[in-house]
């Protein structure tokens, strides 16, 4: 850990403090009790250097030999908590969470191939597995195919990307800050531009958000955002049949997009 240098430690810190923030959004908007919205915010953080970690088989994993990993994404699951973010503002937040994580874990997946002295592909593989791994296993967790599998392509090939870039600095015998700095970069940078050229090249789809269940069917009901979980039970219990069926639809529909990697529609 000692040849790493203080750059890698801001970029992992960095990815962790981010991760989290997204699991614990996730965990917030499965309406998950204080236990599983830290066990999620956790999972997403930390996971991908626990699977890297076991990979290099090094010695105990480095989540456990500082206690700044955890501090950090304890940090990053209490913004999540107290700072309401949903909608459409949201997505966009979330989109550029995951950007920076992916380039700036990328980078300290291949440093760690190339401090202990690993070739080129395994470089790669730890590049991925580290920027990849919180969110598959959270997805895993929580009995979704994994996102990876299906619309990930923003992810990966920007994480291949800052991995060789990572080991060409390294080669050239460029300052290690200098190389870890514009692989994050030119990694996040490649990650907006394939967003945005699936969109411009796939057909307009309507405006997907995410949001909490219970809120979803507080604006079927015409309820506000801001009742309680037992107000908006109440109002199941005394709803019609007409108006049962379009929650049991909504929420079929949410299940189905969810399992298949997207995010629920913003409710009509």
């Not at 908007?29 to 088989?57: E, K, P, T």
């Not at 990328?106 to 597995?129: C, E, K, Y």
């Not at 460029?174 to 030119?186: N, P, Q």
């Not at 007409?242 to 189905?256: A, I, Q």
Request: proline fraction near 4%; include cysteine; glycine fraction near 8%.
């Amino acid at each position: 850990m000692n040849d790493f240098g203080p750059f890698y430690y801001i970029l992992e810190y960095t990815g962790v403090l981010l991760a989290a923030m997204v699991g614990g959004t996730v965990a917030k908007r499965m309406n998950f009790d204080v236990v599983g919205f830290g066990f999620i915010a956790l999972i997403s953080s930390l996971a991908g250097g626990l699977l890297r970690d076991c990979l290099l088989s090094n010695g105990p994993a480095a989540a456990l030999q500082s206690p700044w990993y955890l501090i950090i994404a304890v940090t990053g699951a209490a913004i999540a908590f107290f700072i309401d973010i949903e909608g459409v503002l949201w997505d966009q937040v979330r989109f550029y969470l995951d950007v920076v994580t992916i380039g700036v874990w990328s980078v300290v997946g291949a440093t760690h191939a190339i401090v202990n002295d690993l070739p080129w592909i395994a470089a790669l593989l730890l590049a991925v597995v580290t920027s990849t791994g919180g969110s598959l296993v959270r997805d895993v967790v929580l009995g979704k195919v994994p996102a990876l599998f299906t619309s990930q392509k923003m992810l990966v090939f920007p994480s291949l990307l800052a991995g060789a870039m990572t080991l060409g600095f390294s080669h050239f015998h460029i300052a290690a800050w200098k190389g870890m700095l514009i692989s994050s970069i030119a990694a996040s940078v490649l990650s907006m531009a394939v967003y945005w050229l699936g969109r411009w090249r796939t057909a307009p789809q309507p405006q997907r958000t995410e949001r909490s269940l219970d809120r979803r069917i507080a604006a079927q009901l015409d309820m506000s955002p801001d009742d309680s979980v037992v107000d908006i039970a109440r109002a199941i219990s005394n709803a019609d049949d007409d108006d049962v069926l379009d929650l049991v639809r909504l929420y079929l529909r949410d299940e189905v997009l969810e399992r298949a990697g997207s995010s629920p529609a913003a409710a009509d």
